[in-house]
């Protein structure tokens, strides 16, 4: 099982960037792919962005692809969704989770982290 603590969430203005990490720890910490899911009150989970271990294969929801990008680093055992160019819609609580393919199933769940933007 890996353990996963998300980090980096804020308040921001509609236009503003964040840049989100997910730092693992446990027997297979750095290995299979990592997930961002995100879900809005009143709202049911969304895929967000994914990344194979090697970090050669991205996948991305088609309402931020081109804004956010998803990388890890496998030395450090963290991932990142760097956010930029955010908007009011993003505002949802971020979700890291862990699996051992792109497509999923994710069985590992981070905590979250809020995000808010602003108008």
């Known amino acids: 099982q890996v353990q996963l603590v998300e980090s980096g969430g804020g308040l921001v203005q509609a236009g503003g960037s964040l840049r989100l990490s997910c730092a693992a720890s446990?027997?297979?910490?750095?290995?299979?792919?990592r997930a961002w899911f995100r879900q809005a009150p009143g709202k049911e989970r969304e895929f967000v962005a994914a990344?194979?271990?090697?970090?050669?294969?991205?996948r991305y929801v088609d309402s931020v692809r081109g804004r956010f990008t998803i990388s890890r680093d496998n030395a450090k055992n963290t991932a990142y969704l760097q956010m930029n160019s955010l908007k009011p819609e993003d505002t949802a609580v971020y979700s890291c989770?862990?699996?051992?393919?792109?497509?999923?199933?994710?069985?590992?769940w981070g905590q979250g982290t809020q995000v808010t933007v602003s108008s």
């Open positions: 989770a862990a699996g051992a393919l792109i497509g999923g199933p994710f069985g590992s």
């Open positions: 446990g027997r297979t910490s750095s290995s299979g792919a």
């Open positions: 990344i194979s271990w090697s970090g050669g294969t991205t």
